[in-house]
């Protein structure tokens, strides 16, 4: 197994939640039919004032299928109409 | 149930990765001590130049628990000994 594990923290304004929540759905919609996707947690932060106020953790079958799932027109098309920033990156589980 | 989640995205540039770990170490022995501690779970980057290389993601049984356990002059000690930035804030699960 060579599962691998997406952190994106999401910078998102106090009250702009809702927007957040509803361009969540569209992303999420695609990456539950790509090859290779495990899972998905979406955190909200109890301060409204948080630097991150959401940050997904994510579980992929590898870096490969998730890259392939980033690197399509239809992802280009997603991302151009996401007006948050965000830090995505993948990670190893090094020690629990 | 009001487990709560601690997201915490460590910055530690390219080469610090054994004084992290180091430092990392000493902070769980303390917080494994402490009340209301649930689990840790740390990932490291794939990428080595990525925003954050390290994040922890931790489970305490409520927000009291994760701020008495950060408000003791102990962990102020170990606060001071620890030269990386980081943003932990407190997270809930709102949808998988």
Do not use: C
């Amino acid at each position: 197994m060579n599962h691998v594990t997406l952190i994106n923290p999401f910078e998102v304004p106090a009250g702009k939640e809702d927007e957040f929540m509803e361009r969540w759905k569209q992303a999420g919609e695609y990456f539950r039919q790509r090859e290779g996707f495990v899972s998905t947690r979406l955190h909200q932060s109890l301060d409204p004032e948080a630097a991150y106020r959401f940050i997904n953790v994510g579980v992929w079958e590898s870096p490969e299928h998730f890259r392939q799932a980033t690197s399509t027109p239809e992802f280009q098309e997603l991302l151009r109409g996401f007006p948050f920033s965000s830090h995505p990156a993948l990670y190893r589980l090094i020690s629990e």
